[in-house]
Protein backbone atom coordinates (compact mmCIF):
# COMPACT_ATOMS: atom_id res chain seq x y z
CA UNK A 1 0.00 0.00 0.00
CA UNK A 2 3.37 2.08 -0.34
CA UNK A 3 2.67 5.67 -1.46
CA UNK A 4 -1.52 5.20 -1.73
CA UNK A 5 -3.16 8.39 -0.88
CA UNK A 6 -5.57 8.32 1.98
CA UNK A 7 -7.94 10.54 3.24
CA UNK A 8 -7.71 12.01 6.98
CA UNK A 9 -11.35 11.71 8.26
CA UNK A 10 -12.03 13.93 11.46
CA UNK A 11 -15.50 14.00 13.36
CA UNK A 12 -15.79 16.72 15.40
CA UNK A 13 -19.03 17.25 18.00
CA UNK A 14 -19.62 20.39 19.79
CA UNK A 15 -18.76 17.80 22.76
CA UNK A 16 -15.92 16.80 21.43
CA UNK A 17 -13.56 15.19 18.22
CA UNK A 18 -15.08 11.62 18.19
CA UNK A 19 -12.15 10.57 15.54
CA UNK A 20 -9.40 11.10 13.65
CA UNK A 21 -8.23 8.78 11.49
CA UNK A 22 -6.47 7.54 7.87
CA UNK A 23 -8.76 6.35 6.00
CA UNK A 24 -9.18 4.99 2.10
CA UNK A 25 -13.11 5.51 1.45
CA UNK A 26 -15.95 7.57 3.41
CA UNK A 27 -19.44 7.39 2.90
CA UNK A 28 -21.26 10.60 3.90
CA UNK A 29 -25.05 10.59 4.54
CA UNK A 30 -25.22 14.31 2.48
CA UNK A 31 -28.50 16.24 2.16
CA UNK A 32 -29.35 14.88 -1.17
CA UNK A 33 -28.19 11.08 -1.26
CA UNK A 34 -24.95 9.40 0.38
CA UNK A 35 -22.02 10.57 -1.20
CA UNK A 36 -18.88 8.64 -1.77
CA UNK A 37 -15.42 10.32 -1.05
CA UNK A 38 -11.93 8.98 -2.73
CA UNK A 39 -8.84 10.72 -2.36
CA UNK A 40 -8.32 13.66 -4.71
CA UNK A 41 -12.17 14.91 -4.27
CA UNK A 42 -12.57 18.17 -5.35
CA UNK A 43 -13.21 20.79 -2.45
CA UNK A 44 -16.69 20.65 -1.48
CA UNK A 45 -19.29 21.65 1.71
CA UNK A 46 -21.90 19.65 2.11
CA UNK A 47 -24.82 20.07 4.20
CA UNK A 48 -25.32 16.54 6.23
CA UNK A 49 -28.95 14.88 6.73
CA UNK A 50 -29.66 12.40 10.08
CA UNK A 51 -27.62 9.21 9.03
CA UNK A 52 -24.90 6.85 8.61
CA UNK A 53 -21.51 7.25 7.92
CA UNK A 54 -19.38 4.40 6.77
CA UNK A 55 -16.04 4.54 6.43
CA UNK A 56 -13.25 1.67 5.38
CA UNK A 57 -9.65 1.80 5.98
CA UNK A 58 -7.77 -1.49 3.93
CA UNK A 59 -10.07 -4.32 5.22
CA UNK A 60 -12.08 -2.65 8.20
CA UNK A 61 -15.14 -1.08 7.88
CA UNK A 62 -17.21 0.88 10.05
CA UNK A 63 -20.03 2.93 10.74
CA UNK A 64 -21.37 6.35 12.57
CA UNK A 65 -24.59 7.50 13.24
CA UNK A 66 -24.23 11.22 12.32
CA UNK A 67 -26.92 13.89 14.19
CA UNK A 68 -26.85 16.25 11.26
CA UNK A 69 -24.53 18.95 10.22
CA UNK A 70 -21.59 19.98 8.01
CA UNK A 71 -18.88 18.22 6.26
CA UNK A 72 -16.27 20.05 4.82
CA UNK A 73 -13.72 18.30 1.92
CA UNK A 74 -10.50 19.62 1.44
CA UNK A 75 -7.35 18.53 0.33
CA UNK A 76 -7.85 15.10 0.98
CA UNK A 77 -8.99 16.34 4.58
CA UNK A 78 -12.62 15.71 5.59
CA UNK A 79 -14.07 17.29 8.71
CA UNK A 80 -17.15 16.15 9.80
CA UNK A 81 -19.08 18.53 11.64
CA UNK A 82 -22.01 16.94 14.02
CA UNK A 83 -24.09 17.77 16.21
CA UNK A 84 -23.60 14.08 18.04
CA UNK A 85 -21.53 10.93 16.58
CA UNK A 86 -21.63 7.50 18.02
CA UNK A 87 -19.74 4.50 16.44
CA UNK A 88 -22.69 1.96 15.52
CA UNK A 89 -20.95 -0.50 17.44
CA UNK A 90 -20.49 1.28 20.42
CA UNK A 91 -24.73 1.93 20.33
CA UNK A 92 -26.03 0.31 23.04
CA UNK A 93 -29.86 -0.88 21.82
CA UNK A 94 -30.83 -1.99 25.26
CA UNK A 95 -29.70 1.29 26.56
CA UNK A 96 -31.56 3.54 23.61
CA UNK A 97 -34.41 1.96 23.80
CA UNK A 98 -34.35 3.41 27.83
CA UNK A 99 -33.58 6.23 26.80
CA UNK A 100 -36.59 6.18 23.93
CA UNK A 101 -38.28 5.23 27.04
CA UNK A 102 -37.13 7.98 29.11
CA UNK A 103 -37.91 10.30 27.13
CA UNK A 104 -41.40 9.81 25.53
CA UNK A 105 -42.53 9.18 29.32
CA UNK A 106 -41.44 12.83 30.38
CA UNK A 107 -42.67 14.46 27.25
CA UNK A 108 -45.76 13.27 28.11
CA UNK A 109 -45.28 13.36 31.65
CA UNK A 110 -46.47 17.61 31.77
CA UNK A 111 -44.23 18.00 34.81
CA UNK A 112 -43.15 21.59 34.80
CA UNK A 113 -39.51 20.87 36.02
CA UNK A 114 -39.18 18.52 33.15
CA UNK A 115 -37.53 20.57 29.96
CA UNK A 116 -39.57 19.53 26.85
CA UNK A 117 -37.14 20.94 24.41
CA UNK A 118 -34.32 18.98 25.98
CA UNK A 119 -36.84 15.88 26.30
CA UNK A 120 -37.50 15.95 22.42
CA UNK A 121 -34.00 15.92 21.26
CA UNK A 122 -33.25 13.02 23.25
CA UNK A 123 -36.07 11.29 21.87
CA UNK A 124 -35.00 12.20 18.15
CA UNK A 125 -31.22 11.18 19.25
CA UNK A 126 -32.66 7.57 20.97
CA UNK A 127 -34.90 7.03 17.48
CA UNK A 128 -31.69 7.31 15.02
CA UNK A 129 -29.75 5.18 17.36
CA UNK A 130 -32.15 2.29 17.60
CA UNK A 131 -32.51 2.73 13.41
CA UNK A 132 -28.54 2.59 12.95
CA UNK A 133 -28.25 -0.15 15.07
CA UNK A 134 -31.32 -2.02 13.43
CA UNK A 135 -29.53 -1.36 9.78
CA UNK A 136 -26.47 -2.34 10.89
CA UNK A 137 -27.63 -5.70 12.49
CA UNK A 138 -30.11 -6.01 8.96
CA UNK A 139 -27.19 -6.35 6.63
CA UNK B 1 -16.51 36.38 80.65
CA UNK B 2 -17.78 33.58 78.61
CA UNK B 3 -17.62 30.46 80.16
CA UNK B 4 -15.13 27.42 79.46
CA UNK B 5 -17.98 25.79 77.50
CA UNK B 6 -19.24 28.55 75.93
CA UNK B 7 -15.52 29.00 74.04
CA UNK B 8 -15.44 24.73 73.85
CA UNK B 9 -18.83 25.30 72.10
CA UNK B 10 -18.17 27.47 69.99
CA UNK B 11 -14.58 26.01 68.41
CA UNK B 12 -16.14 23.40 68.05
CA UNK B 13 -19.06 24.92 65.76
CA UNK B 14 -16.49 26.82 63.70
CA UNK B 15 -14.56 23.73 63.03
CA UNK B 16 -17.39 22.14 61.79
CA UNK B 17 -18.17 25.23 59.02
CA UNK B 18 -14.28 25.06 58.35
CA UNK B 19 -14.88 21.39 57.54
CA UNK B 20 -17.80 22.12 55.41
CA UNK B 21 -15.73 24.78 53.44
CA UNK B 22 -13.23 22.48 53.42
CA UNK B 23 -15.00 19.54 51.54
CA UNK B 24 -16.59 22.23 49.25
CA UNK B 25 -13.23 23.94 48.31
CA UNK B 26 -12.40 19.53 47.26
CA UNK B 27 -15.83 19.38 45.09
CA UNK B 28 -14.98 22.46 43.00
CA UNK B 29 -11.09 21.74 42.75
CA UNK B 30 -12.73 18.15 41.35
CA UNK B 31 -15.08 19.57 39.37
CA UNK B 32 -12.86 21.93 37.48
CA UNK B 33 -10.67 19.90 35.51
CA UNK B 34 -14.02 18.08 34.21
CA UNK B 35 -15.04 21.26 33.32
CA UNK B 36 -11.59 22.74 31.72
CA UNK B 37 -11.55 19.22 29.79
CA UNK B 38 -15.19 19.80 28.67
CA UNK B 39 -13.69 23.55 27.56
CA UNK B 40 -10.85 21.84 25.49
CA UNK B 41 -12.87 19.18 24.30
CA UNK B 42 -15.25 21.93 22.56
CA UNK B 43 -12.76 24.11 21.23
CA UNK B 44 -12.35 22.33 17.40
CA UNK B 45 -16.04 22.45 16.56
CA UNK B 46 -16.08 26.14 17.89
CA UNK B 47 -13.27 26.97 15.78
CA UNK B 48 -13.79 26.15 12.40
CA UNK B 49 -17.08 27.29 12.84
CA UNK B 50 -16.04 30.52 13.22
CA UNK B 51 -13.73 30.12 10.46
CA UNK B 52 -16.37 28.83 8.57
CA UNK B 53 -18.61 31.69 8.95
CA UNK B 54 -15.81 33.97 8.47
CA UNK B 55 -15.32 32.13 5.02
CA UNK B 56 -18.88 33.12 3.60
CA UNK B 57 -17.55 36.49 4.51
CA UNK B 58 -17.91 38.01 0.95
CA UNK B 59 -20.72 36.07 0.25
CA UNK B 60 -22.41 37.62 3.39
CA UNK B 61 -21.30 41.09 2.92
CA UNK B 62 -21.83 41.12 -0.65
CA UNK B 63 -25.23 43.32 -1.25
CA UNK B 64 -26.94 40.95 -4.10
CA UNK B 65 -26.27 37.64 -2.09
CA UNK B 66 -30.05 36.17 -1.39
CA UNK B 67 -28.30 36.16 2.43
CA UNK B 68 -29.79 39.81 2.74
CA UNK B 69 -33.27 38.55 2.37
CA UNK B 70 -32.97 35.94 5.27
CA UNK B 71 -34.28 37.25 8.34
CA UNK B 72 -31.20 35.89 9.85
CA UNK B 73 -29.27 38.54 7.77
CA UNK B 74 -29.70 40.74 11.09
CA UNK B 75 -27.38 39.00 12.85
CA UNK B 76 -24.47 40.31 10.49
CA UNK B 77 -26.14 43.55 9.83
CA UNK B 78 -24.45 46.28 11.73
CA UNK B 79 -26.01 49.37 9.93
CA UNK B 80 -29.19 48.66 10.87
CA UNK B 81 -31.03 51.82 12.39
CA UNK B 82 -34.00 50.34 14.00
CA UNK B 83 -32.11 49.80 17.60
CA UNK B 84 -35.80 50.39 19.71
CA UNK B 85 -35.22 46.54 20.84
CA UNK B 86 -32.21 44.99 22.62
CA UNK B 87 -31.34 41.76 24.00
CA UNK B 88 -29.13 40.20 26.77
CA UNK B 89 -27.95 36.94 27.82
CA UNK B 90 -26.57 36.70 31.06
CA UNK B 91 -25.13 33.96 32.74
CA UNK B 92 -24.66 33.86 36.76
CA UNK B 93 -24.61 31.04 39.15
CA UNK B 94 -26.95 29.22 40.67
CA UNK B 95 -25.43 29.16 44.03
CA UNK B 96 -23.60 32.00 45.99
CA UNK B 97 -20.58 31.05 47.96
CA UNK B 98 -18.35 32.01 45.42
CA UNK B 99 -17.02 35.22 45.99
CA UNK B 100 -17.42 38.23 43.97
CA UNK B 101 -18.34 36.21 41.05
CA UNK B 102 -21.95 36.61 40.95
CA UNK B 103 -21.64 40.49 42.44
CA UNK B 104 -19.80 41.42 39.63
CA UNK B 105 -22.19 39.91 37.14
CA UNK B 106 -25.23 41.64 37.98
CA UNK B 107 -23.41 44.83 38.59
CA UNK B 108 -22.37 44.97 34.50
CA UNK B 109 -26.21 43.99 34.28
CA UNK B 110 -27.70 46.93 36.17
CA UNK B 111 -25.39 48.66 34.74
CA UNK B 112 -26.16 47.63 31.10
CA UNK B 113 -30.10 48.20 32.20
CA UNK B 114 -29.59 51.86 33.12
CA UNK B 115 -27.81 52.40 29.80
CA UNK B 116 -30.52 50.77 27.70
CA UNK B 117 -33.03 52.84 29.69
CA UNK B 118 -35.05 53.66 26.56
CA UNK B 119 -35.03 50.85 24.50
CA UNK B 120 -37.04 47.75 25.12
CA UNK B 121 -34.77 45.02 27.24
CA UNK B 122 -35.27 41.66 26.72
CA UNK B 123 -32.79 39.58 28.98
CA UNK B 124 -32.38 35.70 28.34
CA UNK B 125 -30.83 34.87 32.10
CA UNK B 126 -28.67 31.43 32.63
CA UNK B 127 -28.00 31.01 36.55
CA UNK B 128 -30.68 31.68 39.55
CA UNK B 129 -28.69 34.04 40.86
CA UNK B 130 -29.30 36.33 38.16
CA UNK B 131 -33.25 35.69 37.83
CA UNK B 132 -34.00 36.08 41.35
CA UNK B 133 -32.29 39.25 41.15
CA UNK B 134 -33.71 40.66 37.76
CA UNK B 135 -37.23 39.57 39.67
CA UNK B 136 -36.80 41.76 42.37
CA UNK B 137 -35.92 44.62 39.68
CA UNK B 138 -38.39 47.05 39.06
CA UNK B 139 -37.96 48.74 35.55
CA UNK B 140 -39.72 49.47 33.44
CA UNK B 141 -39.78 47.74 29.53
CA UNK B 142 -37.86 45.21 31.18
CA UNK B 143 -38.81 41.94 30.07
CA UNK B 144 -37.54 38.43 31.14
CA UNK B 145 -37.55 36.35 27.94
CA UNK B 146 -36.23 33.29 29.36
CA UNK B 147 -34.55 31.68 32.16
CA UNK B 148 -32.28 28.44 32.45
CA UNK B 149 -31.83 27.12 36.28
CA UNK B 150 -29.98 24.36 37.31
CA UNK B 151 -27.54 23.34 34.53
CA UNK B 152 -24.03 24.24 36.18
CA UNK B 153 -21.88 22.04 36.71
CA UNK B 154 -23.56 20.25 33.80
CA UNK B 155 -24.07 22.59 31.33
CA UNK B 156 -24.31 20.84 28.22
CA UNK B 157 -24.28 21.52 24.51
CA UNK B 158 -28.49 21.15 24.49
CA UNK B 159 -28.54 23.99 26.71
CA UNK B 160 -26.60 26.06 24.54
CA UNK B 161 -28.98 25.06 21.56
CA UNK B 162 -32.05 26.36 23.51
CA UNK B 163 -30.36 29.54 24.64
CA UNK B 164 -30.06 29.84 20.81
CA UNK B 165 -33.56 29.15 19.51
CA UNK B 166 -34.84 31.64 22.07
CA UNK B 167 -32.83 34.51 20.81
CA UNK B 168 -33.78 33.35 17.53
CA UNK B 169 -37.26 33.35 17.98
CA UNK B 170 -36.97 37.35 20.06
CA UNK B 171 -35.17 38.45 17.56
CA UNK B 172 -37.43 38.05 14.92
CA UNK B 173 -40.36 38.65 17.24
CA UNK B 174 -39.39 41.96 18.72
CA UNK B 175 -36.70 43.02 16.04
CA UNK B 176 -34.39 43.32 17.80
CA UNK B 177 -31.44 44.44 16.41
CA UNK B 178 -28.35 43.95 19.39
CA UNK B 179 -27.84 41.09 21.76
CA UNK B 180 -24.96 41.90 24.21
CA UNK B 181 -23.67 39.17 26.22
CA UNK B 182 -22.37 39.49 30.35
CA UNK B 183 -20.39 36.53 31.56
CA UNK B 184 -17.33 35.90 33.64
CA UNK B 185 -14.44 34.21 31.83
CA UNK B 186 -12.18 31.49 32.98
CA UNK B 187 -8.90 33.13 32.69
CA UNK B 188 -7.24 30.82 35.16
CA UNK B 189 -7.88 28.96 38.58
CA UNK B 190 -6.64 31.87 40.17
CA UNK B 191 -8.28 35.18 38.12
CA UNK B 192 -11.87 35.27 36.57
CA UNK B 193 -12.56 38.41 34.13
CA UNK B 194 -16.05 39.64 33.66
CA UNK B 195 -16.90 39.89 30.07
CA UNK B 196 -19.94 42.27 28.39
CA UNK B 197 -19.86 42.86 25.07
CA UNK B 198 -21.65 42.40 22.06
CA UNK B 199 -22.36 38.75 20.44
CA UNK B 200 -24.81 39.99 17.76
CA UNK B 201 -24.57 41.22 15.28
CA UNK B 202 -21.29 39.12 13.89
CA UNK B 203 -17.89 40.89 14.56
CA UNK B 204 -15.97 39.69 11.55
CA UNK B 205 -12.82 40.98 13.03
CA UNK B 206 -12.88 38.50 16.51
CA UNK B 207 -11.90 35.81 14.01
CA UNK B 208 -8.95 35.34 12.45
CA UNK B 209 -9.41 34.54 8.40
CA UNK B 210 -7.54 31.04 7.51
CA UNK B 211 -8.26 29.56 4.58
CA UNK B 212 -10.80 30.82 1.43
CA UNK B 213 -13.80 28.84 0.84
CA UNK B 214 -14.24 30.69 -2.67
CA UNK B 215 -13.24 27.55 -4.73
CA UNK B 216 -15.73 25.37 -2.85
CA UNK B 217 -18.16 23.60 -4.17
CA UNK B 218 -21.61 23.72 -1.85
CA UNK B 219 -24.32 21.00 -1.64
CA UNK B 220 -27.39 22.16 -1.55
CA UNK B 221 -26.26 25.36 -2.02
CA UNK B 222 -24.30 28.15 -0.47
CA UNK B 223 -27.69 29.50 1.08
CA UNK B 224 -28.44 26.18 2.77
CA UNK B 225 -24.70 25.89 4.12
CA UNK B 226 -24.99 29.07 5.35
CA UNK B 227 -28.74 28.48 7.11
CA UNK B 228 -26.94 25.31 8.58
CA UNK B 229 -23.79 27.02 9.77
CA UNK B 230 -25.52 29.59 11.31
CA UNK B 231 -26.88 27.55 14.06
CA UNK B 232 -24.57 25.78 14.95
CA UNK B 233 -22.05 28.36 15.01
CA UNK B 234 -24.12 30.20 17.23
CA UNK B 235 -25.05 27.30 19.69
CA UNK B 236 -20.77 26.53 19.65
CA UNK B 237 -20.69 30.19 20.92
CA UNK B 238 -23.08 30.26 23.35
CA UNK B 239 -21.68 26.66 24.80
CA UNK B 240 -18.60 27.86 25.21
CA UNK B 241 -19.73 31.11 26.84
CA UNK B 242 -21.65 28.84 29.35
CA UNK B 243 -18.37 26.77 29.67
CA UNK B 244 -16.17 29.54 30.54
CA UNK B 245 -18.90 30.78 32.93
CA UNK B 246 -18.90 27.23 34.77
CA UNK B 247 -15.14 26.90 34.90
CA UNK B 248 -14.72 30.17 36.54
CA UNK B 249 -17.79 29.92 39.02
CA UNK B 250 -15.92 26.65 40.42
CA UNK B 251 -12.74 28.45 40.32
CA UNK B 252 -13.89 31.35 42.06
CA UNK B 253 -16.01 29.24 44.75
CA UNK B 254 -12.57 27.08 45.07
CA UNK B 255 -11.07 30.43 45.88
CA UNK B 256 -13.96 31.49 48.19
CA UNK B 257 -14.00 28.37 50.33
CA UNK B 258 -10.26 28.24 50.54
CA UNK B 259 -9.89 31.71 51.84
CA UNK B 260 -12.85 31.38 54.44
CA UNK B 261 -11.47 28.46 55.56
CA UNK B 262 -8.14 30.01 56.28
CA UNK B 263 -10.13 32.84 58.32
CA UNK B 264 -11.64 29.79 60.14
CA UNK B 265 -8.71 28.75 61.33
CA UNK B 266 -7.25 31.78 62.08
CA UNK B 267 -10.43 32.17 64.24
CA UNK B 268 -10.01 29.10 66.21
CA UNK B 269 -6.93 30.01 67.06
CA UNK B 270 -7.72 32.58 68.11
CA UNK B 271 -10.52 31.13 70.32
CA UNK B 272 -7.84 28.32 71.29
CA UNK B 273 -5.47 31.12 73.12
CA UNK B 274 -8.55 32.35 74.90
CA UNK B 275 -9.96 29.46 76.09
CA UNK B 276 -6.61 28.70 77.88
CA UNK B 277 -6.50 32.12 79.11
CA UNK B 278 -9.80 31.68 80.53
CA UNK B 279 -9.14 27.83 81.87
CA UNK B 280 -5.79 29.55 83.42
CA UNK B 281 -7.75 32.23 85.19
CA UNK B 282 -10.50 29.63 86.32
CA UNK B 283 -7.66 27.34 87.86
CA UNK B 284 -5.71 30.43 89.72
CA UNK B 285 -9.23 31.60 90.75
CA UNK B 286 -9.32 27.96 92.51
CA UNK B 287 -6.03 27.59 93.96
CA UNK B 288 -6.74 31.35 95.28
CA UNK B 289 -9.73 30.36 97.09
CA UNK B 290 -8.45 27.17 98.60
CA UNK B 291 -5.23 28.92 99.65
CA UNK B 292 -7.23 31.25 101.38
CA UNK B 293 -9.79 28.93 102.65
CA UNK B 294 -6.94 26.68 104.23
CA UNK B 295 -5.40 30.11 105.84
CA UNK B 296 -8.41 30.79 107.26
CA UNK B 297 -8.77 27.70 108.59
CA UNK B 298 -5.07 27.80 109.81
CA UNK B 299 -5.46 31.17 111.77
Known amino acids: MAGKKKLKLQIITPQKQVLDKEVDFIALPAYNGEMGV ?14 VLRYKDGNTQEEFAIMGGLAEIAHDVVSVFAEDAALAEEIDEAEAKQKLAQAKASLSSHD ?7 AEMELKKALLMLKVKNKKTKF | MESLRDIRQEIKSIKSTKQMMLTMKMISSARIKKAQQQMEDGRPFAKKMAVMIDNLRKDIQNPSSEIHNLPAYRFFDNSSTDK ?47 RDFLRRLKVPRLHLAGELIGIFPRASYAHAAMIKDTLFELSQKYNISRVDLIYNDFKSMASQSLISKTFLPFNFNEIPG ?32 LLESQAAELAARMNAMEAASKNAGDIVD ?5 LNKVRQATITNEITEIVSGANAINN
Not at chain 2, 85 to 104: E, M, P, Y
Not at chain 2, 211 to 232: A, G, K, N, Q, V
Not at chain 2, 270 to 274: A, I, Q, R, T
Open chain 2, 210 to 241: EEDLSDFIFEPSMLDIFLTLLPRYLSASVYRF
Open chain 2, 270 to 274: KLSVK
Open chain 1, 38 to 51: LPGHVQYVAKLNYG
Open chain 2, 84 to 130: NSVALVLITADKGLCGAFNAVALRAALKWVRENDEKEKYIFVIGKKG
Open chain 1, 112 to 118: ADIDMEL
